[in-house]
């Protein structure tokens, strides 16, 4: 199973991620282990979705990077 992830920092900023395991990688972004997430500060898990195959997975992360789906983002969040 894979699982596309949304994490916010204070700032309010988003990454969105793929992984198998959330709670690890969750970890790990806090543990500064992620170039990308690095020194922005205390990571928390803010939206989780599960997915049978990694393409799928990759398809809504892709989906959750673009610009309708940071604006779909915004609204469920209520950034």
Request: no cysteine; hydrophobic share 30%; net charge positive.
């Amino acid at each position: 199973m894979y699982f596309v992830y949304v994490l916010k920092n204070a700032k309010g900023v988003l990454y969105k991620g793929l992984t198998r395991d959330p709670l690890t990688r969750l970890e790990q972004h806090n543990k500064s282990r992620n170039r990308s997430t690095k020194g922005k500060g205390v990571w928390e898990l803010v939206l989780i979705e599960n997915y049978n195959t990694r393409a799928e997975a990759r398809k809504r992360e892709k989906y959750l990077k673009s610009g309708s789906g940071r604006e779909m983002l915004r609204r469920i969040l209520h950034l």
